[in-house]
Each structure stands twice: as structure tokens, then as C-alpha cells.
């Protein structure tokens, strides 16, 4: 099994795009953007809304947010899939699988868990990003870009929660 791409490559070709998207919003749009998802998802399911309820776009909280596909909504839904796709692909790791192997070996063959842990995942994910004002990214990539104190405190989180979190998930079974 190829063992993927350089963590070094990966951080270098991140730490570039997150420069690009500074310059290039600064240049287009007057202002400066960072990177960051969350904010992806809320206009999508602002439009998603705006297609059931007519009335919607008229919540203040899409007055902020609104519901348009902008460079961040292309980012995650076209961007981030390409790139998996592309990186798995280049180093014979593309297979199609209702269940990854390093999960099937921590929590068994089923598909409604692992589809339901998932959801449960993200939906936490999101609802955490928009309580904080922006998602992991923004935070951890964008804020320590700035040097800011909040990036380093919230990368400095994900070790402590995270490190921890994945032994205890994926702890071996025998």
C-alpha cells in the first residue's frame, strides 16, 4: 500500500492555497477571505431553504450568510472531492467501499453505524463551527496564519481532545 502523499507537501501546498485565497479575494473582492468551510455548508442549506420556503433569505442569519454559491462553496463541494479523488487515484489507493477497513476492524461490518456516526459527526461538526464562529479550519489554519492566540489555543485542542479520542475509538479489538 502507498503510503500517500508528504505531510510536508500537503501542509506546504495548503499553507500556498491559503495565500492565494487571501490575495486573490483581496484583489476581487476589497477584501481579504481565509480559508475555512463552515460557512460553505450554511449557504447551501440557505439555498436548499430558499428553494422550500420563499421567505427565508428575509432571517437575519442569511442576511449575514447568504445563500449563493461563492469560491468557498465551490472549495468544499468540488475542490476538496476532486482532490481526494485525484490524490487517492495517483497512488493506487481509489476502491470503491461501503466500509473502511480500519473501521470495520474497531466497529464491525455495519453500514447503518457507520452511516449514522457519520451524520452524527458532521452534524456536531457544524453546529460546533457556527457556535464558534467558523469551523476548524478557519480557526486552526487561518487564526495561526494571523498568529492569532485563538488559532494556536484551538490547534493546541485538537491534539488534546484528538489524540486521545482516536485511541480509545480505535483501539484494536481482539
Not at 476502491?95 to 459527526?121: M, N, Q, V
Request: proline fraction near 5%.
Amino acid at each position: 500500500m502507498n503510503k500517500g502523499w508528504s505531510p510536508y507537501l500537503g501542509g506546504f501546498l495548503t499553507g500556498i492555497l491559503l495565500i492565494v485565497s487571501v490575495v486573490v479575494t483581496q484583489k476581487f473582492l476589497g477584501k481579504p477571505h481565509y480559508l475555512g468551510t463552515s460557512t460553505a455548508y450554511v449557504r447551501v442549506a440557505g439555498l436548499l431553504e430558499k428553494a422550500v420556503n420563499q421567505g427565508s433569505e428575509a432571517l437575519s442569519y442569511y442576511q449575514k450568510y447568504q445563500p449563493r454559491v461563492d469560491w468557498k462553496v465551490a472549495l468544499v463541494f468540488f475542490g476538496v472531492p476532486l482532490g481526494a479523488f485525484l490524490a487517492a487515484v495517483k497512488n493506487g489507493e481509489f476502491y470503491a467501499h461501503l466500509i473502511p477497513a480500519r473501521w470495520k476492524e474497531s466497529f464491525g461490518p455495519r453500514p447503518a453505524l457507520r452511516a449514522f456516526t457519520a451524520f452524527l459527526g458532521g452534524f456536531l461538526i457544524v453546529y460546533g463551527a457556527r457556535l464558534a464562529g467558523g469551523c476548524p479550519s478557519g480557526h486552526g489554519l487561518s487564526g495561526m496564519s494571523q498568529l492569532s492566540l485563538s488559532g494556536f489555543i484551538t490547534v493546541a485542542g485538537f491534539f488534546i481532545g484528538g489524540i486521545p479520542l482516536a485511541l480509545i475509538l480505535y483501539r484494536r479489538r481482539k
